[in-house]
């Protein structure tokens, strides 16, 4: 099968295999190396995909294999993968392996002309490198290399620092209208975590058919300056995907390098 081939075969796609990490409950992602792309990893044939996620799981890069066989489920795969700061697909034809940018496939609305106040919520950059960070450090390695690993941790960082985020609440009701609940998710015995999501997408999934619970926009700096309740352990970006805990040691650090900065 040839790059055009396949092309114009993705629209008739019926059956698609993706490659999920375990780590992260999100697309495992890998750096091509000829051509630097940020790549999903997908089959066409069911039995190639489950040879390569035993394989992966064996060098202790748990994938799970998931089976998608509703063309629409498909599309709206392929389009997420945009808010995962994925520019690429790996795509494994049974005959060989062709990599395809996303571009190339899919064509994805432009929201350049939206106002950056109205535009929605997105964080691919952030994504992607908690994506990667989680991908290596939960592996347990017995030796893992620290120095990659603090590069990847550097990079991550300096994006949640920068990013913007979907804070959940419940409005007030009543004489309490003018008052919001945050919302908390457990994460151990009688410890909860206050959940943020870096898009709509994020949040969704978390939500599911609870339409009661509203959003509104966070920068790193309004999250720094909320109440954490004794029993918090402080914040967790994306609880139903990767997972990434900021618990509040983290955040008086980060608050105690900006009062720092400021002098």
């Known amino acids: 099968m040839t790059r055009e081939e396949l092309i114009q075969a993705i629209p008739n796609i019926d059956q698609l295999y993706v490659l999920y990490s375990v780590h992260t409950r999100s697309p495992y992602v890998v750096c091509e190396e000829k051509t630097q792309d940020d790549a999903a990893v997908v ?44 520019n690429a697909v790996e795509f494994h034809t049974g005959d060989g392996v062709i990599i395809l940018q996303l571009n190339e496939f899919i064509r994805r609305h432009d929201l350049s002309d939206i106002p950056e106040d109205r535009r929605p919520v997105e964080n691919p950059s952030l994504q992607l490198t908690m994506l990667y960070f989680m991908q290596e450090f939960r592996r347990g390695l017995e030796n893992p290399d620290n120095e990659k690993l603090r590069e990847m941790e550097e990079e991550m960082v300096v994006n949640v620092l920068r990013g913007k985020f979907l804070l959940p609440f419940r409005p007030g009701e009543g004489e309490m209208k003018d008052q919001v609940q945050l919302l908390m998710v457990k994460m151990q015995e009688d410890k909860y975590m206050i959940p943020v999501f870096t898009d709509n997408f994020e949040f969704t999934k978390f939500r599911g058919p609870d339409t009661s619970i509203s959003i509104s926009v966070a920068t790193m700096d309004n999250l720094l300056a909320l109440p954490i309740p004794e029993n918090s352990l402080g914040i967790v970006v994306n609880p139903v995907g990767v997972s990434l805990a900021l618990t509040k040691d983290w955040m008086q650090r980060v608050r105690d390098t900006k009062a720092t900065e400021s002098v």
Do not use: C, H, M, W
């Open 43 to 86: 089959y066409l044939d069911e039995v190639e995909a489950e040879q390569a996620a035993r394989a992966l799981t064996e060098e202790k890069k748990d994938v799970n294999v998931l089976k998608i066989d509703d063309p629409s489920r498909i599309l709206s795969t392929f389009t997420s993968f945009f808010l995962f700061g994925i």
